[in-house]
């Protein structure tokens, strides 16, 4: 069985997952560059540096979208943290946010 098969809700994500999908989905359309992960984890302090993608004549807002705790998390999301919680120690060079969701991301992998 796949992890993110256990990962059904924002409930069954780590405190720094949940920051991290709030803060996607207020992001709209961006791309987020050379984050870090450790153990497993996002590490998100400092912030990752954030590159904003302006689509002209396009009327999509970039608007958070309302989530409560209970909220089924949507594949994409599942499938993120799935990558990262395998990841010993690396860093996501470019992780493509479109619509508040991972849309691709470029991972480095340190060996063990």
Known sequence: MS?????????DLRPSE??????????????????????GELVLEPWPATIRCVKFGNAT?????????ESKLKKQIAELFEQVRTTDT???RVLEVRGGLPFSMEILKMPR
Do not use: C, D, T
């Not at 992890?3 to 409930?11: C, D, I």
């Not at 949940?18 to 153990?39: D, H, T």
């Not at 807002?61 to 309302?66: C, D, I």
């Open 90 to 92: 690396g860093m996501i």
């Open 61 to 69: 807002a970039n608007q958070p979208v309302g989530r409560s705790e």
């Open 18 to 39: 949940r920051r991290f999908v709030m803060a996607m989905q207020q992001l709209g359309y961006e791309r987020i560059e050379s984050l870090q992960v450790r153990s």
């Open 3 to 11: 992890s993110h098969a256990s990962l059904v809700s924002l409930k």
